[in-house]
């Protein structure tokens, strides 16, 4: 077309195909970058556990889907950090606090 519109043949490259190549691989390609060291693997689960909900399902069957509850009802656990609900667990076993944390007279 000769008023410049769209025709068949390509645009001419303004870079050479290896530099074009080489580019794109630098660009897109980052593999490094995606990966998830173990410790952003755990640091994404503990924010996921913390921010969980009990899915509808399981809250009509009484139960927490966190699975730290010692009932199996629902008692805000999973939004202790692990050594938080390590503590509690044990003061509730022990018989000196309540499921919510309040002391046992």
Known sequence: MPDGGKGSSPRPYSVDQQTF???????FKHTSSLEVTQEEDEAWKELERRTMTPSTEQ??????????SPTGDCCGWHALSEQEFQQRKELYETGKVDLRGIEVK
């Open 21 to 27: 190549a080489d580019n794109w691989d630098r660009i």
């Open 59 to 68: 809250m009509k069957q009484g139960t927490c889907g966190c699975g730290r």
